[in-house]
């Protein structure tokens, strides 16, 4: 992992496997090229510190984004936003994973962690775990991927229950392909808002529980999670695919009502 400098921020890079990180004007362009075997490709940026995480309420992340390519042939995943690098090297012990960003998911993934129905596509996601509930609900899990392969109790129950453990709030929104458009995550001491081109799209108060990392990236992985028992992933062939930011800020908030 080298270092790279962006919008007078220093920042960790790491593209293996014909995975570029170009400089464009005002910004930085995460870029997978055409590779003819299926190896685990990653364009990313983050300010990741051994000594820790550095961002906490309140503060607000602005930036301006496009996804360049063929929208049939895209695959992967990407996004940014703040995360928690829960394995990550120099962090002293595992946590829970924590994330507020915006995250898409081709076509061949199929989460099914909400009950809005949404599993793949651009999404504005807090994802905060609760850990106790998540223990508590665990004895349970036999009997919820039973119930799980009714969709009716499914989407009912089970999902909701998954939704609440998991502290997972997510909202499609709708992407355009080869166009720049205006994202922005506020996040205050008690909710958090994300924002497309000046439109609130996501209020919730899921918050984090500690600080978080600046994360972009665009990769080639696919993941399947489902109440049904259904958990897995893997990699997948990709063609050249891009993703460019910029006018990349952050900036301190003033607490509102």
Not at 15 to 41: C, F, K, M, W
Request: aromatic share 10%.
């Amino acid at each position: 992992m080298a270092f790279r400098s962006f919008w007078g921020r220093r920042w960790h890079a790491w593209t293996p496997n014909n995975a570029e990180i170009q400089p464009i004007a005002a910004g930085v362009r995460l870029a997978l090229t055409t590779h003819d075997r299926i190896v685990y490709s990653d364009a990313q940026l983050d300010d990741y510190a051994e000594s820790g995480l550095i961002w906490q309420a309140p503060v607000r992340l602005q930036l301006e984004a496009q996804f360049c390519g063929d929208p049939e042939h895209v695959v992967g995943t990407a996004g940014f936003g703040w995360w928690n690098d829960p394995a990550g090297t120099g962090l002293r012990r595992l946590r829970l994973p924590q994330a507020l960003w915006f995250f898409y998911a081709s076509a061949a993934s199929k989460l099914e962690l909400t009950a809005n129905g949404a599993r793949n596509g651009w999404l504005a996601m807090s994802f905060v775990p609760r850990l106790a509930l998540c223990l508590a609900l665990l004895p349970l899990a036999p009997l919820a991927v039973l119930l799980s392969q009714n969709t009716w109790l499914r989407q009912r129950c089970c999902l909701p229950l998954l939704q609440l453990a998991l502290g997972v709030r997510s909202q499609p929104i709708q992407l355009k392909w080869n166009a720049w458009q205006h994202y922005q995550i506020d996040w205050y001491t008690d909710r958090v808002e994300f924002w497309l081109d000046r439109q609130l799209v996501l209020k919730t108060r899921n918050l984090p529980t500690s600080k978080l990392g600046l994360i972009l990236w665009l990769d080639n992985q696919y993941a399947h999670v489902s109440p049904r028992g259904i958990v897995r992933g893997g990699l997948l062939a990709h063609q050249a695919q891009a993703l460019e930011i910029r006018n990349l800020t952050i900036s301190e908030l003033t607490t509102t009502i």
